[in-house]
């Protein structure tokens, strides 16, 4: 009998080429198709709520896959985790309806990207968080995030080389906040394009500077780049 299992999955992407498979490195899907193919003898098409750029990591990822095991749910999890590495962990697995897919009935996704100002680089945060040298205007900010809330044209926050198509999305929240000495940026929306989170979160550093003096609003008023929105920072904290 065929089964459709959904997935919760939490992983440090430091060592990770993200989420998609890849060919000549090693992603999340890679070493879950391996684990899954080492339980069940079989290769499933493992769909993804989204993708995630190298060195990302996710707290609460969700995938879906078919399969004709008869393994029970609650011993799908050690058994995936026993050939995963210690880098990925199956959190859950549970029974979905026949037509449910991670990949198109996914109906929000969360992003955070934190910071820590301080003069030193701490070594213990540098794959959890990006390191600002100067001190940030965390409420300034969390006025300027509130600007990127609603559906808009986000052309002038994806990579130049994002997929061709719409560039519209629409993000639920954007809240910037102080949390044990960081400043976070949670980002929810229906979607986000090629680097999109991190641009934003870019921005919004490059405002507390003074850096741009333009609102996040004709940032993405001017999507042809008159009014340019800041640069990507490195991931490893989304």
Known sequence: MTRN????????????????????????QNVLSDAVFSVTAERPVIYGCGRTDAGVHAKGYVCSFTTESGVPTGKFVGALNNYLPDSVVVKSCEEAPPEFNARYDVTSKTYRYAVYDSRVADPFLRNRAYHHPGKLDAGLMARAA?????????????????????????????RVSEEGGLTVMDFTGSGFLYNMVR????????????????????????????????????AGST
């Open 5 to 28: 299992l959904k997935l919760e999955l939490a992983y440090d992407g430091t060592e990770l080429h993200g989420w998609q498979w890849q060919e000549n490195a090693v992603s999340v």
């Open 146 to 174: 509130k600007e990127f809330e609603g559906e808009h044209d986000f052309t002038s926050f994806c990579a130049s080389h994002s997929v061709p198509g719409s560039k519209v999305r629409t993000v639920y929240s954007a």
């Open 199 to 234: 641009i934003m979160a870019g921005t919004l550093v490059e405002i507390s500077e003074g850096r741009i003096t333009d609102t996040v609003a004709q940032i993405i008023e001017n999507a042809t780049g008159s009014a340019p929105a800041g640069p990507c920072p490195p």
